[in-house]
């Protein structure tokens, strides 16, 4: 049987919209880091940030580049369109 802690970090953030209105935007993260700081709970939302942004950043490849719709014939063939892809969709991210 495997027993894991899991802890709970609740991020916060107060902001504004483009348009001035203001905004609460909260989130509950369960984890299995040990949370002994508040410092460990900021790397924990850190990690979700840059998950969050991997997310995004695929969305972009596969759906604004559309690379699942090539076809690979080789090995090579396949080094290079991701390649090219990459460049492409971190435009397309960059635009969403």
């Known amino acids: 049987m495997l027993i894991s802690a899991a802890n709970?970090?609740?991020?916060r953030?107060?902001?504004a919209?483009?348009?001035?209105?203001p905004f609460v935007a909260a989130v509950s993260?369960?984890?299995?880091h040990p949370l002994r700081s508040?410092?460990?709970a900021r790397q924990v939302v850190r990690y979700y940030e840059l998950r969050w942004c991997i997310e995004v950043y695929h969305k972009a490849?596969?759906?604004g580049v559309?690379?699942?719709r090539q076809c690979f014939q080789t090995v090579n063939n396949l080094e290079r369109i991701l390649v090219i892809t990459a460049f492409l969709a971190e435009d397309e991210w960059k635009a969403l």
């Not at 709970?8 to 991020?11: F, M, Q, T």
């Open 66 to 68: 559309g690379v699942e």
């Open 8 to 11: 709970s970090v609740v991020a």
């Open 29 to 32: 993260l369960e984890t299995r």
């Open 61 to 63: 490849w596969k759906s």
């Open 13 to 15: 953030r107060d902001g």
């Open 38 to 40: 508040a410092e460990e």
């Open 17 to 21: 919209c483009e348009n001035k209105v």
